[in-house]
């Protein structure tokens, strides 16, 4: 792993620490690496596997502690066995049985926090240097129904029936503090979602866009953080704590109640988002105008038509978005050709309600970017002319919002310019076979095609190689390598 760390920190009273390039970046320039100090199941999970974290039925046990696993190979792995394995078998905690094995469970509450506790007393030093003084809120936390929350699955489960009174209270909660704040989601290699922590990574301010790219190897979790855009030397470095294709009042709400702070970047204070409407409703009462925020940074204020006196709130606005959102989210597991029906449903009910690039209609977009093309009876060699030309026009309008909140090699750029390569290729060579076009029209519109590949190559090669996104980049790589030595063939045999 590269030890070159291109970053500074820098400090100062309001923000805390931050960090800035210790000299210009490039689009793809590994800033740094680390591994995780902890890792282990999320927040709200339910029972799932100590050792490998896939969902477990709880019908198998570890024959040291009795908390469930997989079988013998995932009772042995260290993250178990040298963690809450020991703890639970030395103080003989068991494992309450459950009734419904896909239901959140409480009992897995304390892994996390107790893998960040035990890994402060195997490295003490980097618990010192890198975790003490991160971010947890403490004071503000103590406020919320969390802390007693805490309290009795964490603090009390661990130094009561864990007799682990060697830790106490308060570090407690301030390891589940740095946790809700700071912890990043991973995969493992078979998909499963876990948190981790990663100190240097959490020095980076937030902001709504981000200008760094960071990806998770599911073998061992160390994380590869990589400038997505040019950053002049000492240029601030930001990471994304929010979901970027949310709009604002979403975007703000959720770091407000989950990270405990008002965001006030430029895309937050922009009535617009940059120009992306993420946010903007389309007046029902007149024929152009366009409904804005008053105060972006407002939860309450008015919102009002661009063109006539219209006005609604943000308190009607949210209800607006929460009821696309639960929509979406009731189609969010279905793919095949349902999938790419009732989404294209969502759009069209929508379509008159919300700005054409609004964060719905984005959200929605990008889903059926990725399901034309791929869903059964919408393979790419189904699809006639006319849905080519939809995953083109869906994959266009993608770009043009994620170049503005998403921009450079971003993976989702990566991941959109390679479904936007097919149907271009596809469609120049229907042109083309038909007549409609002559063959340097075709070669001109074949080569678009491939750069745009290219394009997608350059950003998803710095994906790791065994996550799901590189190996993507593999194939688009080899897509492309063919397709640059066989062009003459291609125009010559189509
Ligand atoms: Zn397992
Ligand atoms: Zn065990
Ligand atoms: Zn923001
Ligand atoms: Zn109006």
Redesign the pocket.
């Known amino acids: 792993m590269a030890s070159e760390v291109l970053f500074t920190i820098k400090k100062n009273d309001q923000v805390g620490r931050y960090a800035v390039a210790s000299r210009a970046l490039k689009p793809g320039d590994l800033i740094f690496s680390e591994q995780p100090f902890a890792y282990g199941p999320k927040s709200d999970t339910p029972p799932v596997?100590l050792?490998?974290?896939?969902p477990a039925d709880c019908s198998t046990l570890c024959s040291q502690c009795l908390w469930p696993?997989?079988?013998p190979e995932?009772e042995g792995l260290p993250i178990h066995r040298e963690n809450e394995c020991a703890v639970f078998a030395k103080a003989g905690v068991k494992f309450q049985p459950v009734n419904d094995s896909a239901a959140v469970c409480l009992q897995y509450e304390c892994i996390t926090p107790l893998r960040v506790l035990l890994a402060k007393e195997k490295d003490l030093k980097r618990w010192q240097e890198e975790v003490e003084m991160m971010e947890a809120h403490n004071d503000i936390r103590k406020k919320r129904p969390l802390w007693q929350f805490n309290q009795t699955n964490v603090v009390g489960y661990l130094r009561g029936p864990c007799k682990l009174d060697r830790f106490p209270e308060e570090l407690i909660h301030t390891v589940c503090g740095i946790l809700e704040i700071n912890a990043f989601e991973a995969r493992t290699t078979a998909g499963h979602f876990i948190r981790c922590l990663y100190p240097k990574l959490a020095i980076l301010s937030h902001n709504c866009v981000s200008n760094v790219h960071h990806s998770v190897s599911p073998d061992d979790f160390a994380v590869y953080v990589r400038a997505v855009v040019d950053t002049p030397e000492n240029g601030e470095l930001f990471s994304s704590y929010t979901y970027s294709l949310w709009p604002t009042l979403v975007r703000r709400d959720y770091l407000k109640e989950s990270k405990y702070f008002e965001c006030k970047c430029p895309r937050c204070q922009d009535k617009t988002e940059l120009g992306t409407h993420m946010g903007s409703l389309k007046c029902s009462k007149c024929d152009n105008g366009v409904i804005l925020s008053t105060d972006p940074l407002s939860f309450t204020c008015d919102w009002k038509c661009t063109h006539c006196d219209f006005k609604t709130n943000a308190v009607a606005v949210k209800k607006v978005y929460d009821t696309v959102q639960a929509e979406i989210d009731a189609v969010e597991m279905l793919g095949g050709p349902e999938g790419i029906e009732q989404r294209e449903a969502i759009f069209r009910k929508y379509r008159s309600v919300f700005h054409p690039k609004n964060a719905y209609m984005t959200i929605v977009r990008s889903a059926l970017t990725q399901l034309y093309g791929r869903a059964d009876g919408y393979t790419i060699e189904d699809l006639p002319d006319l849905l080519l030309e939809r995953k083109v026009e869906l994959c266009n309008q993608l770009m043009e919002v994620l170049d503005v909140i998403e921009p450079g090699f971003s993976r989702i750029r990566g991941i959109t310019l390679y479904e936007l390569h097919a149907p271009l290729m596809i469609l120049a060579r229907n042109l083309y076979t038909s007549g409609a076009i002559s063959k340097d029209e075709f070669r001109k519109k074949l080569q678009e095609a491939i750069d745009t590949l290219g394009k997608s190559v350059e950003i998803l090669k710095n994906e790791v190689p065994d996550s799901n996104e590189g190996q993507l980049g593999l194939m688009a790589q080899q897509a492309y390598e063919s397709l640059n030595q066989n062009f003459e063939v291609l125009i010559e045999t189509a």
């Open positions: 596997c050792g490998c974290s896939a696993v997989c079988g995932c």
